[in-house]
């Protein structure tokens, strides 16, 4: 019996009975002084509810309470009904709530149209009585279904007394709660705002809160996800200011945007020859001739500010100025979209042609100004500077800007001597978290592998200022021209990153978490110290793969491009290379036991952005007129996980899970609360699938979505636990755990880990930085931003590789046929069962397209079953806030 299952048996009783930690706790005080008034079901209990997402590639945050006799308001494409649950359902991979609403009607919907809820709005029973037809179909279901109509009603008539109530205060909400620099975004909660209305609420008042808050965007856009957030974001001054100007000129007859429109044609013609000039050129920016007047100015950054990403819960405050402007524009134009409005300022010369818009997002935050100018970045380092000069005494409190002042580990640390310490990451990675280490068990079947983790918590405490706004960050945002990291690099390179104290004689500090892990890929014992490494060996994965004959990660490059790779020689030592194939042995058995255990993932190819060159001292976006000529070069690569998951690649992946799997179970020991990754196995339609999806497994336990999809029924999204629960692609079952702690210079979480840790190493009998309580409350404040930045991540590369598909096809036209052309004999495979855009009245259907990477829709689609493999056309490519392929499928392969 290994460490891992003896401890799991006698802690069973400890770990069992806690329920996925829910995050709808953003107003938790509110909710219990409400409670606290609220004793029975009419006067009724209120929680917020939970979003959805396609084929689990969302995390899930947070628990919607979507039982049956929950009350929901369901709010999308502007439109707005309240119900009550009745159930759920599944249809292809995506769980559905099945819902009465008002009307009669019953509804099938996903769970992120669900904005607001109410638990236990009416008995169990009595929403499974209403049946889930369209139509009832006896009397016992009609019977139940008024019943519950009725109680809807009375909810909707109280809710409407109490926003007439509200509305009648008029309260400057706005006012009261907008930031006090008219550039930057404010935030308030649903909590707060309904405590400046009424001190002592109801749960109706709440919900009616809710609804007026909901209804004015011009000044509060709801900050995904909503339910789980319960939080505004509060529009700027600035903003605001410019959207009732607009507001105001377009019912002014030849006012300022008809005088705007007329200087702007001349610019979008000659915008428009640069770029045909100018296709093959690198990127440049020269002056122009400012013809912007204050007025222009105003209408060009109202255009700017309008190409955010906005969902349909609420209506679009840019929408009718957008509208205006446009058409004056392009009179005829077709019906305005995110993407033409993106075309226009690309045109109008306020954004340049290579503008990634992912990064003027205003969630993520990002300084736009080049870090060698940027006051912001300034300001940091003079904090770092002023933090490493502070000395504060021993014992004495610590500042904002007080660093430790001397090691807090410094007595308990495992000094490694001599053992080499392997750094493998990426050839231009830039913050190095993890080194790993091996050691024999002579006469043992076992061997002893370290994962070396980088200890800044051994140097910033959690009360200074950059830990504070590292905690409202998340992580280090990474985009092909730049990143921007979570802490300021005059840290990171000072002690932090792995190596950085090489020459200085001096040796690194570590968190490192050990496994003794057998033949078998079982770890027998674990130990988690901090560590003094001090013979560091910083290497990249292609030249360790080529200097020991690894398997290397295998890329297609689909538009051809590939430059020859940068030099990667390296020369080892026969004991290097005995170490890193023990290495590799060690890994192999831990994903052969995955294989064992039956643990299946399916994959999807993914693309990145290589070799990308912008030259310095661009400036994008402005206002001040440009001529933007040429175009950065890069390429795009494809490839899979089970391509990429390989010789060092994989050397590295699986010693980081050992230490994510021996962080959960030191934790547990000593009684540490930690938010652990969970995931639950997909599920299929069959036991007989299961067995052929086992079947196609490669040795790293892949299977191809393509493969999957027909006997596919749901893939449970990955979440959070503050107990070991199970995590099914890593093979871990209940009890085990795996909590993330090996990227403390880049994601908050993990650091927030490392200062348990250094509690615990440290013996207090203290109460831990974090309890539960502050966990909870650091999901819940932060959930938004991990969304928000996971979403830009993908989205990033995802626009890069449109834009490529765009040029192809333009320098395509210029220039004629190509050889090796991609886009012959294009392939893909339908992800679902086609359906009726309302909107458009088309049928449609999406694909994935795997020698691309990339998904698109197929528009005027047919009937089709998933994974029919499809010959395709592409027919349009939309960049803007929602990028868009569109298809036409030349017919079934």
Request: charged fraction near 25%.
């Amino acid at each position: 019996m290994n460490i891992f299952t003896q401890k799991l048996i006698e802690k069973q009783s400890k770990v069992g009975g806690r329920e996925y930690l829910s995050v709808n706790r953003a107003s938790q005080s509110l909710l219990n002084s409400v409670k606290s008034r609220a004793p029975s079901n009419e006067q009724l209990a209120f929680a917020p509810g939970k979003p959805e997402g396609p084929l689990g590639e969302e995390d899930d945050m947070s628990l919607t309470e979507c039982s049956p006799g929950t009350f929901v308001e369901l709010r999308r494409n502007e439109g707005l009904a309240h119900g009550v649950v009745l159930g759920d359902t599944f249809i292809e991979t995506s769980k559905f709530i099945v819902t009465l609403v008002a009307s009669g009607e019953v509804w099938t919907h996903n769970e992120g149209d669900i904005m607001f809820s109410i638990p236990a709005f009416t008995s169990a029973q009595q929403a499974i009585r209403c049946g889930y037809d369209k139509i009832a179909t006896s009397q016992h279901e009609i019977n139940a279904r008024v019943e519950v109509l009725k109680r809807l009603r009375a909810l909707e008539n109280a809710v409407e007394q109490e926003q007439t109530l509200l509305t009648s205060k008029r309260m400057n909400l706005y006012a009261a709660t907008r930031h006090g620099d008219p550039k930057k975004w404010g935030r308030a909660t649903l909590g707060e705002m309904t405590r400046l209305l009424n001190k002592t609420p109801s749960i109706t008042t709440v919900f009616a809160a809710h609804k007026y808050i909901m209804d004015q965007p011009k000044y509060f856009v709801a900050r995904e996800p909503y339910t789980s957030t319960q939080t505004f974001n509060v529009r700027p001054q600035e903003d605001v200011a410019c959207i009732e100007a607009i507001n105001n000129w377009k019912r002014i007859p030849n006012g300022p945007l008809h005088q705007f429109a007329e200087k702007a044609r001349a610019v979008i013609k000659q915008s428009k020859q640069d770029y045909a000039e100018s296709f093959s050129e690198p990127p440049s920016q020269q002056p122009a001739e400012q013809i912007w007047n204050n007025s222009d100015k105003v209408i060009l950054s109202f255009l700017l500010r309008s190409l955010r990403p906005f969902r349909s819960t609420q209506s679009d405050p840019y929408s009718l100025g957008q509208s205006a402007i446009m058409k004056l524009l392009d009179p005829h134009g077709p019906p305005i979209a995110d993407y033409l409005v993106y075309r226009m300022l690309v045109d109008l010369r306020v954004i340049a042609p290579w503008q990634d818009i992912v990064s003027l997002n205003p969630a993520l935050d990002l300084d736009q100004e080049p870090e060698a100018t940027s006051p912001r970045v300034k300001e940091k380092n003079a904090i770092v500077k002023r933090s490493f000069a502070s000395k504060p005494l021993p014992d004495s409190p610590l500042g904002p800007e007080d660093f430790y002042a001397a090691d807090p580990l410094h007595s308990v640390r495992h000094d490694f001597g001599n053992l080499p310490v392997y750094v493998i990451d990426d050839l231009k990675a830039e913050e190095l978290d993890d080194g790993i280490s091996v050691e024999t068990c002579p006469g043992e079947d076992a061997t002893w592998v370290h994962t070396h983790v980088a200890d800044p918590a051994s140097i910033i405490p959690p009360s200074h200022i950059l830990a504070k706004e590292a905690m409202a960050r998340g992580s280090t945002t990474y985009q092909c021209h730049r990143s921007w990291p979570l802490f300021p690099r005059t840290l990171t390179q000072r002690g932090m990153s792995l190596g950085s104290r090489s020459g200085s004689g001096s040796p690194d500090r570590t968190l490192t978490f050990s496994a003794k892990v057998d033949s078998r890929g079982n770890i027998m014992d674990y130990k988690v110290r901090a560590g003094l490494v001090r013979n560091v060996h910083v290497l990249n994965y292609n030249a360790v793969d080529e200097a020991m004959g690894f398997d290397r990660a295998v890329r297609s490059y689909p538009f051809g491009g590939v430059t020859k790779p940068a030099e990667t020689k390296i020369e080892l030592t026969p004991n290097q290379k005995n170490d890193l194939r023990l290495l590799l042995r060690v890994a192999k058995s831990s994903v052969d036991k995955r294989q064992r255990d039956g643990v299946v993932m399916y994959i999807l190819p993914n693309a990145q952005i290589e070799h990308f060159k912008l030259p310095p001292g661009l400036n994008s976006p402005t206002l001040e007129n440009s001529h933007f000529r040429g175009f950065p070069s890069f390429n795009v690569s494809v490839s899979s996980i089970d391509g990429i998951d390989r010789g060092s690649r994989s050397i590295v992946a699986e010693m980081m899970k050992f230490a994510c799997r021996i962080a959960s179970q030191f934790c547990t020991d000593k009684g540490l609360p930690a938010l652990r990754r969970t995931g639950e196995p997909m599920m299929v339609s069959s036991e007989a699938a299961m067995e052929r999806i086992l079947s196609l497994r490669t040795p790293r336990n892949y299977v191809p979505l393509e493969s999957v999809l027909p006997d596919l029924l749901l893939v449970p999204k990955a979440g959070y636990s503050l107990t070991p629960k199970r995590h099914f692609s890593l093979g871990l079952p209940e009890g085990e755990g795996y909590v993330r702690v090996t990227s403390p210079l880049r994601r908050f979480s993990d650091l927030m880990v490392h200062w348990q840790i250094h509690h615990a190493l440290i013996g207090s009998k203290a109460k831990p930085p974090f309890d539960e309580a502050a966990l909870v409350n650091y999901l819940a404040a932060n959930v938004s931003q991990e969304k928000v930045q996971a979403y830009a991540d993908r989205v990033h590369v995802l626009f890069w590789q449109m834009m490529k598909l765009k040029r192809w096809m333009e320098e395509r036209e210029r220039t004629g046929p190509v050889e090796n052309d991609p886009l012959e004999n294009l392939q893909g495979f339908s992800t679902n069962v086609p359906f009726k855009n309302k909107s458009e009245h088309v049928l449609q259907g999406d694909v994935i397209i795997p020698s691309l990477a990339l998904k698109g829709t197929v528009r005027n689609a047919e009937v089709w079953p998933l994974s029919t493999r499809l010959s395709l056309k592409i027919k349009d490519i939309q960049l803007g806030v929602n990028l868009k392929v569109i298809l036409e499928a030349k017919g079934v392969v």
